[in-house]
């Protein structure tokens, strides 16, 4: 039985694959993305049609998570859409091996062909050539660490944490003045950690990579012959012809800055891309989201106290976990209400928890 969510999945991929196309100023990634725009539109129609459907039935419109997601690529760039495309991808493929599985059915080992198929779309063919292989690769590959990511997942933390600290002052003290001084020490020593913690990470793995990538463009300068054969490799092993390897490798050494890119992608791991960042400004975002997040909580308290305090803190706080559920699934693909009411429950149980052992605690110390 075809699942419909499969179906809005292929809708939406395809979906954004055409935008991406359009956006796209690169003639040969532009027309990769508009042929996995055809592809993903074909397994839709597939689908369609095993539900009995046909052609006078009009597919499903594009999901309101596609149309954000393409809003998001709109604005900030679409770098961050490849990367949820790609997500969707590894996705799905995990996905049809698990039901293989379950049904005791063979894997293949194509399930995954999906996750590859940007790189073999842009490696078949004459045309296509080093520069532009290195700058399709690159596209997909700075995706990680994005900002939506962090700011979701940094507010996320300064809610939750904030929240737990705010009841479990408020459960002893029952929503005194203390509450206010506790959750703004919290929001604090909580936002100077993360930012702290931000800026120990990006700076260390920055020199440490910095040191690589030094050693590469050293290797490069005294053996570029060597350096050439590598390419050439790299190239095969993405199933390129040898000779077509060979010609690319060549193409891309008459750019030594390019060339140095994609030796330390393909031999180091490492995205160049990602370590222009600076250490400073990534610790000064960190502080703000988790700080955004931590004062949601603390803000009736400014106003209000008692029970009062309370129970406005725990709808207020409910609210802003439902949203941060709800943003979650730019990411995950799953339903708003489920992952917002989840959230919310993950919330106020944790909450829960810590404003009833603060009320022992505080009817232990009265006694």
């Known amino acids: ?61 594009p999901s309101r998570r596609a149309r954000i997601l393409n809003s998001i690529g709109r604005i900030f ?61 690159s596209r997909h590959r700075t995706v990680g660490g994005n900002a939506l990511r962090a700011a979701v997942l940094g507010g996320n933390d300064g809610l939750v944490s904030n929240f737990s600290l705010v009841m479990g002052v408020a459960g002893a003290t029952a929503g005194g003045n203390e509450v206010l001084l506790a959750g703004t020490a919290g929001l604090l020593a909580g936002a100077l950690s993360m930012a702290l913690g931000e800026w120990i990470s990006v700076k260390s793995s920055q020199e440490l990579n910095e040191n690589q990538m030094q050693l590469e463009l050293e290797e490069l300068e005294t053996n570029p012959e060597g350096e050439m054969r590598e390419l050439a490799l790299i190239y095969v092993a993405k199933g390129i012809p040898p000779d077509q390897a060979q010609t690319m490798a060549q193409e891309l050494m008459q750019n030594k800055t390019q060339a140095h890119q994609v030796l330390v992608r393909e031999e180091l791991g490492l995205n160049p891309d990602e370590l222009e960042g600076s250490a400073l400004e990534a610790a000064g975002y960190s502080f703000l989201l988790f700080a955004i997040g931590a004062v949601i909580p603390l803000l009736p308290f400014f106003w209000l106290s008692g029970m009062t305090a309370i129970l406005v803190s725990t709808f207020v706080s409910a609210l802003g976990l439902f949203g941060i559920g709800a943003a979650i699934t730019l990411f995950t693909g799953k339903s708003v209400w489920f992952s917002g009411f989840r959230q919310v429950l993950f919330g106020l149980a944790a909450a829960a928890i810590t404003f009833g052992i603060g009320h022992l605690i505080g009817v232990s110390l009265a006694g």
């Open 1 to 61: 039985m075809i699942n419909p969510q499969n179906i809005q999945t292929e809708i939406d991929a395809a979906y954004l694959y055409d935008k991406l196309a359009a956006a796209e100023k690169d003639e040969v990634v532009a027309q990769v993305l508009r042929e996995m725009h055809q592809i993903e539109l074909g397994h839709a129609n597939a689908f369609w049609a095993k539900l009995g459907k046909t052609a006078a039935d009009p597919l499903p419109a």
């Open 77 to 137: 760039g679409y770098n961050y859409v490849m990367g949820v495309l790609l997500d969707t991808e590894k996705s799905l493929a995990r996905a049809t091996v698990s039901a293989k599985q379950q049904r005791q059915l063979p894997v293949s080992g194509d399930e995954g062909n999906h996750v590859q198929i940007l790189k073999a779309l842009a490696t078949r063919g004459d045309a296509v050539t080093g520069s532009q292989l290195a700058r399709f690769e």
